[in-house]
């Protein structure tokens, strides 16, 4: 095979190294620069070997032996640069020195002008199959050019490597493909300096190299991380989520669903919806539950959303279950409607709960229905010449009172001021005049901060919630009688 052959070869890998370049060029970031500067120079590298490759002229063979040799100097001290911005997550700007500018200009300078003073490497002319080679005998300043090169070599595959261990899993990859690509190149010209070949076939691989690092840099999609990302993102979401396939295997749980659901080792869509009844699944491709589980002594409320996988022609390909802890909104809500509700002071219903309480006992027709009015004498003078903070506590007390006496499907409201409402309904008379008992015994007189409280009462009576309004304040007006009368 003669050095047309190789040669070949050689203008495949500088096409492939012209077509990166170019795509390089296109890009407007600074490591694209770079990464074009790096190119380039290796594509002179190799149009210069080409040129050795296509003459059997000693001269020109010399020249381009040397500005191929020049060319890698620039190629890796750009590679460097690239090396260096790659591996830095920071965006700083990397500043080649004047120094090593200067070194490499005078390498440069050497190795261009070896083909007249032959003083950096001298040349043996070979002839095999009726091509001429040049085997190259090496003096001391090409060791010079060869420790520079060295250096460069280390630094770059140093960088890789530290950037390699740095990284997590997944994304070492880019750096340990490009930095085996260029291992190889180094490799391939070590054995072609050691065993004086005449062609040296490590220039071929910057082709490769030019190949992986554009990919690894720009078309690099990267979906193993890309899934790995997704996967982590997903273990670590606060709320339980669950995937299944489409035959009803589990796929996937992160950590909050295992800890929360108690999910066993490969429980399948059957088990899981036998486990958790609260999901009355139908054919709707996307359905919402509420539930309230108990995890760690602590109750949380989830909103759980189930929802059918398809692909683009409609068919199943899975299903899963997100978890939405609506805690912090459940408990803000109820607290709404418990302040709507209730009086915030005593603990009792409020004014606005009596309309809603009617309804209910109307609703339900929970007759006969009894109560009573309790209204404590007095407040107005306590809040005055003891303090509102006086007041506060008889008011609590006789809700105490009234709640410790009555039962839970009683309703004590605290109807204005000092005025309480007890109302009983689905209740007969004989247990009806037993709570009166209990809380007359309790609440005829009692003793707060050293005052000594006194209550008035009135009781009602009515089967239909039509009568609710008048009979109420018929038994308002008789406490109002009664105290008119003490007063008198």
């Known amino acids: 095979m003669g050095k047309e052959f190789f040669a070949g070869f050689y203008l495949v890998a500088g096409t492939i190294i012209a077509t990166y370049l170019f795509r390089a060029m296109l890009k407007k970031d600074e490591i694209g620069r770079i990464m074009a500067r790096a190119l380039g120079a290796?594509?002179?590298?190799?149009?210069?070997?080409?040129?050795?490759?296509?003459?059997?002229?000693?001269?020109?063979?010399?020249?381009?032996?040397?500005?191929?040799?020049?060319?890698?100097?620039?190629?890796?001290?750009?590679?460097?640069?690239?090396?260096?911005?790659?591996?830095?997550?920071?965006?700083?700007?990397?500043?080649?020195?004047?120094?090593?500018?200067?070194?490499?200009?005078?390498?440069?300078?050497?190795?261009?002008?070896?083909?007249?003073?032959?003083?950096?490497?001298?040349?043996?002319v070979v002839e095999m199959t009726g091509s001429k080679y040049l085997v190259f005998r090496m003096q001391w300043p090409f060791y010079v050019h060869l420790v520079l090169c060295y250096i460069m070599v280390v630094w770059i595959i140093a960088s890789l490597t530290i950037k390699y261990f740095k990284v997590a899993n997944f994304y070492r990859a880019r750096y340990a493909v490009i930095n085996l690509a260029f291992i190889a190149v180094i490799l391939l010209n070590i054995v072609f300096l050691v065993i004086g070949g005449v062609v040296d076939f490590s220039i071929i691989t910057y082709a490769v190299l030019s190949c992986f690092l554009y990919f690894f840099v720009y078309d690099y999609k990267g979906t193993p991380a890309a899934n790995a990302t997704k996967a982590y993102f997903v273990e670590e979401m606060n709320n339980p989520i669950v995937f299944f396939d489409y035959e009803g295997r589990m796929l996937m749980s992160n950590r909050r669903a295992r800890e929360v659901l108690s999910l066993a080792e490969n429980e399948n869509l059957g088990e899981f919806l036998k486990n958790n009844s609260y999901l009355k699944l139908t054919d709707e491709r996307e359905q919402y539950f509420e539930t309230t589980l108990i995890h760690k002594d602590l109750v949380i409320y989830f909103q759980i959303q189930y929802k059918f996988l398809q692909d683009k022609d409609g068919k199943t390909i899975g299903s899963f279950f997100v978890y939405d802890d609506i805690t912090d909104k459940k408990r803000a809500l109820i607290q709404t409607e418990y302040n709507a509700n209730h009086d915030i002071l005593t603990g009792t219903f409020n004014r606005n709960y009596y309309a809603s309480f009617k309804k209910m006992i109307a609703e339900k027709e929970l007759y006969p229905v009894f109560g009573a009015i309790y209204n404590i004498n007095g407040l107005r003078e306590i809040n005055q010449n003891y303090?509102?903070?006086?007041?506060?506590?008889?008011?609590?007390?006789?809700?105490?009172?009234?709640?410790?006496?009555s039962r839970v499907t009683d309703c004590v409201i605290r109807m204005d001021g000092g005025e309480m409402a007890l109302i009983m309904p689905a209740t007969n008379e004989k247990k009806a005049n037993e709570i009166y008992r209990k809380i007359e015994r309790r609440i005829g007189t009692f003793e707060v901060s050293g005052i000594d409280v006194t209550v008035e009462s009135s009781y009602f009576y009515f089967e239909d919630t039509e009568d609710f309004d008048r009979i109420y304040e018929e038994a308002r007006r008789d406490i109002v009688e009664k105290k008119k009368r003490e007063k008198g």
């Open 387 to 405: 303090g509102v903070d006086t007041g506060d506590k008889i008011l609590k007390r006789l809700a105490w009172l009234l709640q410790q006496f």
């Open 42 to 124: 290796g594509l002179v590298a190799i149009m210069a070997y080409i040129l050795y490759l296509c003459t059997n002229s000693y001269l020109l063979m010399s020249m381009a032996n040397s500005v191929m040799f020049a060319s890698v100097d620039w190629s890796l001290f750009f590679l460097l640069q690239f090396v260096i911005r790659f591996t830095r997550s920071e965006n700083r700007e990397y500043n080649e020195t004047k120094i090593a500018v200067a070194i490499l200009l005078l390498d440069n300078l050497q190795l261009l002008l070896n083909p007249i003073t032959e003083y950096t490497m001298r040349y043996k």
